[in-house]
């Protein structure tokens, strides 16, 4: 865009307005600039102006022209068909983009000594330092779980913590910026804050030191008095009602409204939070708190829903709060409940009741942790037969509200997978060893400070083998193709992996299920400087891409730990005996997650209904509300679901030969 210097006549158009200026020769202009656009404005240091015109259509049908009004403006360049009316002080530094709709806002400044947030340092899990994640606006949960949570390797850390901040420092110096066809209204303080395209801020009361990364696809939402320091919003966030964060980053379409509060803490895809409180915590993909009396704290969590009432100590009153807790993708925690860190809590397990002596249940998965009378008891496995489990699992990638094809956590949504395949195997070995070393009489088994009933270990070990044969079966199955099978030889082809990644242990690198080795190749190339921040981000990515070849890699891996054979023993018999069980474990986890759903609809859940005559209208009011058993929809697809599993189960076996 090319400026030029104002003419006299424009000049004295803009006395006439009420305009002025220290010196009209720092005010220049572009063709297409109409002086008669511009009225009651204070011209300081250099001020390049777009071409005026535009209209803007407001709710309830109140159309607004382009236009420049009652505003100061200091060393700032306005693009095309802009609107600016009733800035209570300034605007000063900035650079504000073709479209841009800004009214009734008392300062926006950039001081020129800012990264707008990028670079800040966010005290996740230890509130006194030790596991800082400096945030930057491409940031992923998987990059962060590296600086968060891999301080062992110190020259990786070091790298990454070095390349964010010398992003950061590229920021210092330059102006604010405020995107195309963004929105800014009825606003307060807007310092040194980068605002994105069609991003839209609506009353918020004071925003200092942020970047807002909006986009068109994905705009950004920031509401009634809302208060963050210290920030980045990516795409597709919202943060209204009253929500005030403090040096906080918030990820693509997380949501913190209501009054809800954090400091300290990293929220990435899909975060709902409301009314609560969160300090300090590393919230995964999908962390969900809703309650006001809700506090998380110093917690690595993805995937959570936690209950009402659901709280957290990280402060044992000695040498601060320094102690931190996770819970694995998945876990719930029911009313009330509350956990003393340090502690962890196995995948997709539920927690209710009070738990003082630090469990670990992450051996465990798929686990309830209660408390009865002051005493921890852990049931293995039994949220394997549990409707909410699935439920949650099928909800999960239904409730992507990221809009943008530009993604930047990698999330995997599979409930069974090589990780918590692996958790399982290991914990089978671990039930066993208990049992041994107990003795088969014995009623309770004590394991680290909880204690496990005799009935709840065989269960969750029968359980978790139910789970092993689903999940492994699966894979087969989708292995064998479409094609038929000739012969022995065309079947080993078809069995033997593909990709050379994916034996041993997996990780879960906050939504993104990846092999052990690889995770650890890329700590290597980072702390040798071989991955820039950008190569690091298409390097999760294409381990995500990947996934189910390596995960096929560690079931080949794992068939002969389980079944007793290596995928170059396996014959066609061997195959069609783990189809077999596969259709049995589906079939018999679907009938229990029948069973579970059946309990919604028992005569106990009619309690309330028909309020004024129990005794007649109480069914018939419970039909009208909830519907019957049979027609429930998840009812529905878990039965279609064994139908669809078996017609599958003989597909595959007519393929062997």
């Known amino acids: ?56 259509r407001l709710p309830g049908g109140v159309v607004r022209h382009g236009s420049i009004s009652n505003a100061t403006l200091h060393n700032v360049t306005v693009g095309d068909n802009v609107y600016i009316n009733n800035i209570s002080n300034y605007i000063a530094n900035y650079e504000i983009a073709d479209g841009a709709y800004i009214e009734n806002v008392d300062v926006i400044v950039s001081t020129l000594n800012s990264s707008y947030g990028i670079g800040t340092e966010v005290s996740v899990l230890n509130e006194t330092g030790g596991r800082e994640v400096p945030v930057f606006e491409r940031m992923s949960a998987q990059t962060a779980y590296l600086i968060a949570m891999y301080r062992n390797r110190r020259d990786m850390v070091e790298r990454l913590v070095t390349d964010i901040k010398v992003h950061a420092a590229g ?101 709902a939070c409301e009314n609560g409180e969160a300090a300090a915590i590393f919230a995964g993909p999908y962390t969900v708190t809703m309650h006001k009396s809700s506090l998380l704290i110093a917690g690595m969590f993805s995937f959570l829903n936690a209950g009402s009432g659901s709280n957290q100590s990280n402060h044992m009153y000695k040498l601060g709060p320094i102690h931190q807790g996770v819970a694995e993708r998945g876990s719930k925690t029911t009313s009330d409940s509350y956990i003393l860190w340090p502690a962890k809590i196995g995948a997709f397990s539920l927690v209710m009741g009070r738990h003082v002596n630090h469990p670990d249940t992450s051996r465990l998965p798929f686990s309830y942790l209660i408390e009865n009378r002051g005493e921890s008891f852990l049931v293995p496995g039994i949220n394997l037969r549990s409707v909410g489990t699935i439920r949650d699992a099928q909800k999960w990638p239904k409730r992507d509200r990221r809009r943008s094809k530009d993604l930047l956590d990698s999330i995997n949504f599979n409930l069974l997978s090589p990780y918590t395949a692996g958790k399982m195997l290991d914990g089978i070995s671990l039930l066993n060893d208990l049992e041994r070393t107990a003795g088969l009489t014995a009623e309770r088994f004590a394991f680290q400070t909880m204690t496990i009933d005799a009935h709840a270990l065989r269960k969750g070990r029968k359980l978790y083998g139910m789970a092993l044969d689903k999940f492994m079966g699966n894979s087969v199955i989708n292995r064998l193709g479409t094609e038929p099978i000739t012969d022995q030889a065309e079947l080993t082809r078809r069995l033997r992996p593909t990709h050379e990644a994916g034996a041993g242990q997996w990780v879960d690198v906050c939504g993104l299920f990846a092999p052990k080795n690889e995770v650890d190749t890329i700590c290597e190339d980072i702390a040798a400087g071989r991955l820039t921040l950008d190569q690091l981000e298409q390097r999760w990515r294409k381990l995500h891409a990947d996934y189910y070849d390596m995960e096929w890699t560690w079931v080949a891996q794992t068939l002969e730990t389980w079944y007793g054979k290596s995928i170059e023993e396996l014959t066609p018999d061997d195959i ?82």
């Open 1 to 56: 865009m090319s400026f030029r210097n104002l003419t006299n006549e424009e000049i004295a158009k803009l006395k006439e307005r009420g305009c002025r200026a220290a010196d009209w020769l720092s005010v220049t202009v572009t063709e297409g600039f109409d002086p008669t656009s511009i009225s009651n404005v204070e011209f300081s240091g250099p001020v390049r102006l777009g071409a005026s015109g535009g209209d803007f």
């Open 171 to 271: 920021f210092y110096g330059t102006p604010g910026r405020i995107g195309r066809d963004a929105r800014v209204v009825n606003a307060g303080e807007i310092n040194n804050v980068i605002i994105g395209d069609h991003a839209v801020i609506d009353g918020a009361t004071r925003l200092v030191n942020g970047t807002i990364t909006s986009s068109k696809s994905d705009p950004v939402h920031v509401g009634r008095a809302v208060i963050a320091e210290g920030f980045i919003l990516a795409a597709g966030a919202c943060i209204d009602d009253g929500a005030v964060i403090h040096h906080c980053f918030i990820g693509q379409a997380t949501h913190l409204t209501h009054l809800f509060s954090a400091h300290d803490s990293l929220f990435f895809a899909n975060c």
């Open 576 to 657: 069609r005996v783990i189809i077999r069980r596969w259709l049995e474990s589906v079939t018999a986890l679907n009938d229990m997650l029948l069973s579970d759903a059946r309990k919604e609809y028992s005569l106990k859940s009619r309690t309330g209904f028909g309020i004024d005559d129990p005794g007649c209208s109480a069914d018939d009011d419970f039909t009208s509300v909830r519907g019957s058993y049979d027609a429930d929809p998840f009812v529905t697809m878990v039965k279609e679901h064994t139908a669809r599993k078996t017609a599958l189960a003989a597909s595959a076996l007519a393929l062997l030969p």
